[in-house]
């Protein structure tokens, strides 16, 4: 390597320790009498004083390292035995006992001090266990989940249940739930966070045992220990899935020592005071130059030392340094001595100086040692070399890298110091979930106002010492990122990519890849610092390349997702699996992106595919590999990297097919076709990546619908690729999580006001009252107190209009990469699925986690996004290309939310016609097969605010109660669409069979729901009248709400219907319109019938009302059914309404008597008299002015009117039917219909609904080829004529 130093170059090669040939030959460098006393000045003892010149042993390089071996010489004959200590049996070197001293599953890091939890309740234990005096060790808390750290002797006995504090001779402090534990439990000490330090302290000459939490004691927890024979404590944990710890028994130096406590593992004694003088002697070099023309020595500020490559120096450097190399292989020494003296020079002058400084010593570090695991701080990022060193070998094992760029979040607001930025605390005085803004500033009196304006200006101060951290932490990554840096070697910034993949994949939770290991909270510190640096790079090389994007343009190139440049592991893509894309798509590929697959290879994927062992080597290494290259053939072996047990499947295919790529502007011929294979992320260069003059490397395969021009560099594409999939995995679930905190305020605020109300009611009279009150309000204002500080903090760090921008802009990147896929057509199925879920979920956390503090509406260009994302919404719900249920799902729940609010419904109006109708026609699509319980719930709220009694918000009997989540779609205010409507009722008049299928299965799915429904609540009201104790199981509950709730929705979508295309019911005309009227007035009759008998089962089940059936009531369901006779009887036309009214009355199951319940009247009334006012005790739609207007009380009024004069009508006019000539299916019609060519007979109604199924006949299972009318005189005539 070749350092630097004013211009002058040097190596390690030039400068290593000389033979006794040359060594003469170098001392002639400086005079002898100036080496002599330069080399004395620098390797002097330090616990001598200086001797006289004339009785020293004159020094030279030849003697000079026996001098050293003096002045290193550590007088400690114990040194070989260190570790037999009384009091402490085992190992010198104290690790976790992975070979015998655990229980459960556990992951222990390669050092054997960090473990992780992969079982219920794994319990593992130290090597090393102590008898006598007094001992400490400490633990980071990784994790703040359930673990219980401390002691325990080796006959205790753990299982998956049981674990440390929970036997005899074990005890634990449990910093989750706050609590000590020994068989029994108490409370104990505060609780811990992720990044907190736990000490263990034993004092076995006392028997206490204690703890500390960052080096503040919790106060004794144990007394009185057992003792004495056989008696010896191990260190030891259990703790549950997933949470993660690291231990330190004193291979490194403790965090936070205790006077008088030593711990578990004996510092390095005598290597530490060798380093020491080393470092010392170092020091000298720094203050001490040489004059070789004067001959003298000159004292100087070490601060101003530079390094000018004097052959003596170098030399006295050499052996210094000869000496301190073998040493920092302990990581003892590295943060002891190291550290503390790098911190030394950074802290001493101006930070210019510290930087020069620091930079010289990592010079000297990389030209005379080689070290394997070298731990530096911040600062050493800056060097080059050190960087590259660092990415390549430390800073990504396990969690080292993320959490530079985590701010912990304070459980203990006094230890956060934020009392002191937030003096003065303020909460909203009204709940803020049910509007945008909660404090309503014009109710506050001056006191309100004048803490709200003081609880500012401190979150404004918490920020402003926020930005400094956050700044110094993107700055780390733009470091990281650098790819300038490649001086005869790999670029920062292609290292980190490597890195940065891996990670993603162990974090993936995939088939065959470890757990989540990295904490979400350090996932989303991480991903808002590497959008800053990766925006700032990405806009830096838009300034010195104009062709390129902005970064406010991003998105990733949809080529980058089937050319096999990015390992998506085994992340699902749209259209399925990756093997069987390229199968099926093989053509597309070939045709739109110019890439071929050779079939051999093909194949082998397949058989790859099915198999779901690995395959051994040797038949790996046999398999055809062929590569055509420009003018020969180039073989290319198997890799060893296609064997890992992490990758699966699809990746086994992806890295196995050989990829043709080929020029698109030219013919193809055979020369020109280049094979190229899949490389791992550790097998990538810089040009597999950012490509070349004959190689576009991420971007091979660009289909025809993309830009030539690049968009930026593609190794910042792959680093925006990684950040979706970072949101994807666990930065939304940690956003949506954080909220809790403001949940928190606004209960406790609530419990407040509602404690000082009971104060001021309370009579004075009642002390022990009062005293009770007063308790309850400190206690609540202090936690208050306490929450409003931790508020400020998260809105500070997580739920910042900065943070906002972050997640909008990953919004954007996600719609435009989105719609750039679409236009690839089929190869649209190679997208993986996150992208989706990223931009479904970014907008929700925007909409939900963000305000009401920042809105989305500021956030620039919201109603173009808004529009673009209802676009991808309405087009990709019902997308075939999709294949994935749990993405559709996604998308069809998405939808279905976004019609819920006015800003995103006016979006979801404002894309183009031809995708609106497009939707519209997905939508009414027959249930049959598909999730249509979603789909009808989007019609639903494309009508809500225009049906019979649909305007309210929450249902009448629920206005009382307070709800869940007043944020929740279902609750929001109507707002219905008339243009989507008026798209339906076009699509419905559209075609003979798109609406006879859409009700036939909107009809089925009711008759469905309503049954079971309605066998559910036989089931409830069963056990509710059991006389012994019973439950009703709460998952049953809940089902059956859900059939009510869907059978009223489909009810309203049957009112819709009915009002928007009347003719589809009333014009007899249509062929199938008779049936799908019978089949509607029969399940109207049976709803009715059903919700409206005297002291019937619903009655009694809404009375119960429990838990869980809520929402059953009488209002929802009846108010759907007279809407949709209202619009039957009472706004159709007089032929139409002529045609509802006898089928209505036909159908067997009509009373009369249902039909009055509505307006609550026991009997029909006699005609031509007033109607009686109702009973208060019963249901009546005048009893909810609130909801129906009176225009709709006296349609209702009015068809009542109308069905009691045509039911007597009917009933004159009707005439006995024989048996014989009832309909042999329903009994209810007579014979109307005869089946051709088997001559059997039905009414119309019954035979019509069975052809929409099945084209047999009821009786002979003959195929029914044609249906004719039938009359009983016309074939009674036939068959006299015939005799």
């Not at 508020?791 to 760090?797: F, I, Q, R, S």
Request: proline content about 5%.
């Amino acid at each position: 390597m070749a350092s630097k130093g004013s211009g002058v170059s040097f190596s390690r090669k030039s400068y290593r320790l000389t033979s006794d040939a040359e060594k003469s030959r170098v001392t002639g460098i400086v005079q002898e009498k100036l080496l002599n006393d330069y080399l004395h000045r620098i390797f002097s003892s330090p616990e001598h004083a200086p001797t006289a010149a004339t009785s020293r042993k004159p020094l030279n390089f030849q003697n000079l390292p026996e001098h050293l071996d003096q002045l290193l010489h550590v007088d400690n004959e114990d040194e070989e035995s260190q570790g037999q200590v009384e009091g402490r049996l085992g190992p010198s070197t104290v690790v976790l006992d992975h070979t015998g001293g655990f229980e459960g599953l556990l992951l222990v890091d390669d050092d054997l001090l960090g473990v992780i939890g992969h079982s219920n309740f794994g319990t593992i234990r130290s090597t090393t266990c102590v008898y006598k005096g007094k001992w400490v060790y400490e633990v980071l808390i990784s994790s703040q989940g359930l673990m219980q750290i401390g002691w325990c002797t080796i006959n205790c006995r753990f299982n998956q249940e049981e674990g440390v504090g929970d036997t005899h001779n074990s005890y634990a402090y449990d910093g989750n739930r706050v609590r000590k534990w020994n068989v029994t439990t108490t409370n104990y000490g505060k609780a811990w966070a992720a990044g907190d330090i736990v000490s263990c302290l034993i004092d076995l000459d006392d028997g206490t045992l204690s703890f500390c939490l960052n080096g503040v004691s919790l106060g004794t927890a144990f007394e009185n220990l057992s003792r004495g024979l056989g008696m010896a404590y191990f260190p030891a944990i259990s703790l549950s899935f997933k949470e993660s710890v690291a231990f330190n028994f004193g291979s490194r130096p403790l965090r936070y020592p205790v006077a008088g406590y030593r711990p578990l593992q004996d510092p390095p004694r005598a290597d530490l005071v060798r380093a020491q003088k080393l470092l010392g002697c170092f020091r000298a070099v720094l203050s001490v130059e040489l004059d070789p023309v004067e001959g003298r020595l000159v004292e100087k500020d070490s601060s101003e030392w530079q390094l000018q490559g004097q052959p003596t120096v170098l030399l006295t450097l050499a052996h210094i340094f000869h000496r301190f190399a073998p040493l920092l292989r302990k990581v003892y020494l590295v943060e002891a001595v190291l550290m503390s003296f790098l911190r030394g020079v950074v802290e001493a002058g101006t930070p210019a100086q510290a930087q020069s400084m620091v930079r010289q010593v990592l010079d000297l570090l990389w030209l005379f040692m080689e070290i394997h695991y070298l731990r530096l701080t911040i600062a050493i990022l800056r060097h080059d070399k050190s960087r590259k060193f660092l990415l390549s070998n430390v800073l990504f094992d396990v969690l080292r890298s993320v959490v530079f760029f985590y701010i912990k979040s304070p459980l203990r607001v006094e230890e956060a110091g934020l009392q002191e930025l937030i003096p003065t605390t303020w909460w909203p005085h009204r709940s803020s979930r049910e509007g945008k803004d909660s404090k309503d500033v014009k109710d506050e009196t001056a006191e309100e106002h004048r803490r709200r304006r003081a609880y500012e200006r401190g979150c404004q101060r918490l920020k402003k010492r926020i930005e400094v951290v956050e700044e110094l932490q993107v700055q780390i990554l733009k470091l990281l990122l650098n790819n300038k840096d490649d001086n005869g070697g790999e670029a920062s910034r292609y290292i980190f990519l490597t890195k940065f993949r891996k990670f993603l994949q162990e974090n993936a939770s995939g088939r065959g890849n470890m757990p989540m290991l990295c904490p979400p909270e350090y996932m989303v510190c991480f991903l808002h610092r590497l959008i800053s640096a990766l925006r700032y790079y990405w806009d830096e090389y838009k300034a010195s390349n104009p062709r390129a994007s902005f970064s406010e343009e991003a998105y990733i190139p949809p080529q980058v997702f089937y050319n096999g440049k990015v390992d998506y592991f085994d992340l699902q893509r749209l259209g399925g699996l990756l093997s069987h894309l390229r199968k099926t798509l093989k053509d597309d590929l070939a045709s739109k992106a110019n890439i071929l697959i050779d079939p051999l290879e093909l194949q082998a994927a397949t058989m790859d595919d099915l198999d779901e062992d690995e395959e051994p080597a040797p038949a790996a290494a046999q398999r055809p590999m062929q590569a055509l290259a420009m003018g020969g053939v180039l073989p290319l072996p198997r890799p060893s990297w296609l064997s890992s047990p992490t990758l699966g499947r699809a990746n086994r295919f992806l890295s196995t097919a050989a990829v043709s790529l080929m020029t698109p502007r030219r013919p193809l011929t055979t020369s020109e076709k280049v094979k190229v294979r899949t490389l791992s992320a550790e097998q990538r260069t810089r040009e597999d990546i950012e490509g070349s003059h004959w190689n576009e490397g991420l971007l091979l395969g660009r289909p025809p619908e993309e830009p030539e021009q690049p968009l930026t560099e593609n190794s910042l594409l792959e680093v925006l690729d990684g950040a979706v999939m970072m949101y994807n995995l666990s930065v939304h679930q940690q956003l949506g999580k954080m909220v809790g905190v403001s949940d928190d305020v606004n209960e406790y605020a609530m419990a407040l006001r509602d404690t000082e109300d009971k104060l001021r009611r309370c009579p004075k009279r009642r002390k022990d009252i009062l005293t009770e009150l007063t308790k309850s309000q400190k206690v609540f204002s202090e936690k208050l107190d306490h929450l409003s500080r931790r508020l400020a903090w998260v809105h500070a760090t997580v739920y910042s209009q900065e943070k906002m921008l972050d997640i909008y802009w990953l919004l954007r990147v996600c719609l435009r990469t989105i719609e750039h896929g679409d236009r690839t057509g089929s190869l649209f199925a190679f997208m993986p699925e996150f992208y989706l879920s990223v931009a479904i979920n970014s907008y929700s956390a925007l909409k939900n986690y963000f305000g009401p503090v920042h809105s989305m509406e500021e956030l620039p260009g919201y109603e173009e996004t808004l529009t673009r994302l209802a676009a991808i919404l309405a087009k990709h719900f019902a997308d075939t290309r999709i294949v994935g249920t749990d993405i559709r799902d996604s998308l069809m729940q998405a939808l279905a939310s976004y019609v819920c609010y006015p800003h995103s419904l006016r979006a979801v109006e404002r894309i183009p016609e031809e995708q609106r109708i497009a939707m519209v026609r997905s939508l009414l699509a027959p249930y049959e097969q598909r999730p249509w319980a979603q789909t009808n719930w989007i019609l639903v709220r494309l009508w809500r605010g225009c049906g019979f009694g649909y305007r309210y918000t929450r249902l009448p009997h629920l206005l009382k109660t307070k709800p869940e989540d007043a944020n929740l779609p279902s609750l929001q205010k109507p707002c219905p669409s008339t243009l989507l409507q008026q798209h339906m009722a076009d699509l419905l008049r559209e075609g003979p069979d798109v609406a006879p299928s859409f009700l036939n299965s909107v009809l089925n799915q009711l008759n469905w729901a309503f049954s079971e429904f309605i066998g559910m609540i036989q089931e409830i009201q069963q056990a509710a009248e059991r006389l012994e104790r019973n439950f009703v199981d709460s998952r049953q509950l809940k089902v059956c709400a859900t059939c009510f709730d869907l059978s009223v929705s489909l009810l309203r979508v049957l009112e819709m219907t009915i009002t928007l295309v009347p003719e589809i019911f009333l014009d007899w005309a249509r062929p199938t319109s008779e049936m799908l009227l019978r089949r509607l007035a029969q399940l109207l009759n049976q709803v009715l019938n059903r919700v409206t008998a005297e002291r019937n089962l619903f009655d009694r089940v809404v009375t119960l009302r429990l838990p869980g059936l809520e929402s059953v009531d009488h209002y929802p369901i009846l108010v759907a059914v007279t809407g949709i006779l209202v619009r039957l009887l009472v706004h159709g036309p007089a032929s139409g309404t002529e045609r509802a009214t006898s089928v209505l009355l036909a159908d067997p199951c009509f009373q009369l008597r249902s039909i009055c319940y509505l307006l609550g009247q026991p009997e029909p009334p006699t005609p031509g008299t007033a109607l009686p006012a109702p009973d208060r005790k019963r249901f009546s739609l005048q009893s909810y002015t609130d909801y129906i207007s009176v225009e709709e009380l006296a349609q209702v009024e009015q068809m009542l009117a109308h069905l009691t004069s045509a039911s007597a009508q009917a009933a004159a006019a009707s005439l006995p039917t024989s048996e014989e000539d009832l309909c042999p299916i329903c009994y209810a019609h007579p014979i109307s219909a005869v089946f051709q060519p088997c001559g059997h007979k039905s009414c119309k109604a019954c035979i019509n609904q069975h052809l929409m199924n099945n084209k047999d006949c009821f009786f002979c299972k003959a195929t029914i080829m044609s249906v004719e009318d039938w009359e009983k005189a016309a074939s009674a005539s036939t068959t006299s004529s015939a005799a």
